[in-house]
């Protein structure tokens, strides 16, 4: 395993490797084509391991929750090789992602906290 840290990678992630030729990915079950390799951005293992950015990074942008940065299986973040083909639009919407989730945690500090009142 490798840990990556920075503009998109995670603690944890596993280091980038070829998928098998049967391997598709998780998201749109096509498999590894030339210019679109599966990648693996997080600890998820056997069928739900590969991934192309694309559609990683369709699916997290349709997502739309605060955390989808983070994998909804194993919930460890993505961790993005800069030299993949699609890690671009990938890491972008990850770090839209992570701006959503940061904003939103600011919106909750925010809000006035009502007072319990217990019994009188």
Known sequence: EAAQGGDGGTQGARAPRSAPPEAECRICACPAEAGLPLLSPCACSGTARHVHASCLAHWVRE??????????????????????????????????????????????????????????
Not at 72 to 98: F, I, N
């Open 63 to 120: 997502r739309g929750a605060a955390k989808a940065y983070q994998c909804e299986v194993c919930l460890q973040e993505y961790a993005v090789d800069a030299g993949s083909p699609g890690s671009a639009e990938l890491k972008e919407a990850l770090a839209q992602s992570r701006v959503a989730a940061a904003e939103e945690g600011a919106r909750r500090e925010r809000r006035p906290r009502r007072p319990q009142w217990k019994g009188l």
